[in-house]
């Protein structure tokens, strides 16, 4: 019986993602669940590291010049309490490899619950960026655009928001492990 509960609270949290993202995608893992859709013309994988990576259909993840993906990062294990301390830990990790690389706020844009989550853009490195920031208790979810070159980025901006608009928590769903 305790089984049927779990499933029909499960059905509840999922009824209202499905709702409006009719091809959204959740994933749930430890510490984490949510859902998300890809853009139009987008297809999705499953990489080492992350729970989902997006990119332009007539490519493959590897090959792709542009990618968008969703990664949950633990607080704790990070050292992150907000999105600004990660921002700042990302971008000191990325100057160990590229030590030209600058992080920008680039403003807020909305989940699907309407919260407004700040992104960054990094330039300078290898890759044009852009990150959206999703804090959570435990977690921080990072939605992040990156591609070769400048009019990749540019003309992907449109799917990164598409990706972002659609990100939902699942509270119900996320383990404390």
Do not use: C
Not at 71 to 86: D, H, I, Y
Not at 126 to 151: G, M, Q
Not at 161 to 169: N, T
Request: overall charge positive; cysteine-free; glycine content about 10%.
């Amino acid at each position: 019986m305790r089984r049927l509960g779990i499933a029909i609270s499960l059905a509840a949290a999922l009824v209202p993602f499905a709702a409006t993202a009719a091809e959204g995608q959740v994933f749930v893992g430890p510490g984490y669940a949510f859902g998300v859709s890809a853009p139009a013309g987008w297809g999705g994988e499953k990489p080492a590291f992350a729970p989902v990576l997006f990119h332009p259909s007539q490519f493959s993840g590897e090959a792709s010049p542009v990618v968008i993906y969703v990664r949950p990062v633990s607080k704790g294990q990070v050292g992150a309490a907000t999105p600004a301390q990660l921002n700042a830990i990302d971008l000191k990790g990325m100057r160990a490899q590229w030590p030209q690389i600058r992080s920008t706020k680039a403003g807020a844009l909305h989940v699907r619950s309407k919260e407004r989550v700040p992104t960054y853009t990094f330039t300078g490195g290898k890759y044009f960026e852009r990150v959206a920031y999703v804090d959570h208790p435990k977690t921080i979810t990072v939605i992040v655009l990156s591609a070769e070159t400048k009019e990749e980025f540019s003309s992907s901006m449109g799917a990164f928001e598409h990706v972002v608009s659609s990100y939902q928590w699942i509270p119900e769903l996320a383990s404390s492990k």
